[in-house]
C-alpha cells in the first residue's frame, strides 16, 4: 500500500517562493511516475507537473518556467519547487503516483494535499 505525505504549503506573497515534497512509501519510488496536482476553490483538480521513473518531466503551461519538479530516490521523495508565485497559484497541492506491483497496478494514490496561498 502506497503512502504519500506532503509538507511545505504556506503563505507567501506575490512573485516569493516556496517548496514542496512529498515522501513516498510502501512501494519501490524509482519506478513510480510521480505528479504534482493541484485544486483552487471552486475548481476542478489539475496537473500541475509531472515526472516519470526515467526523469522525464511535463509541465502544465501555466507553470511553465517557474516551477521545476524533482524527484530524489535515494530519499523518496519528490519536490515541487515554486518560483515567481502568483495568486492564481493558490490550491491545496497534492502528490499522486499509481501502483506498479501486483494487485496495485494502475491504482491511484494521492496524499492528503498541502494548502499554498499567495497573497499580500
Known amino acids: 500500500q502506497v503512502h504519500l505525505v506532503e509538507s511545505g504549503g504556506g503563505l507567501v506573497q506575490p512573485g516569493g517562493s516556496l517548496r514542496l515534497s512529498c515522501a513516498f512509501s510502501?512501494?519501490?519510488?524509482?519506478?513510480?511516475?510521480m505528479g504534482w496536482y493541484r485544486q483552487a476553490p471552486g475548481k476542478q483538480r489539475e496537473l500541475v507537473a509531472h515526472i516519470s521513473s526515467g526523469l522525464i518531466t511535463d509541465y502544465a503551461d501555466s507553470v511553465k518556467g517557474r516551477f521545476t519538479i524533482s524527484r530524489d530516490n535515494a530519499k523518496s521523495t519528490v519536490d515541487l519547487q515554486m518560483d515567481s508565485l502568483k495568486p492564481e497559484d493558490t490550491a491545496v497541492y497534492y502528490c499522486?503516483?499509481?501502483?506498479?506491483?501486483?494487485?496495485?497496478?494502475?491504482?491511484?494514490?494521492w496524499g492528503k494535499g498541502t494548502l499554498v496561498t499567495v497573497s499580500s
Open positions: 499522486r503516483t499509481e501502483g506498479i506491483l501486483g494487485a496495485d497496478v494502475g491504482k491511484e494514490y
Open positions: 510502501g512501494s519501490i519510488f524509482a519506478l513510480s511516475n
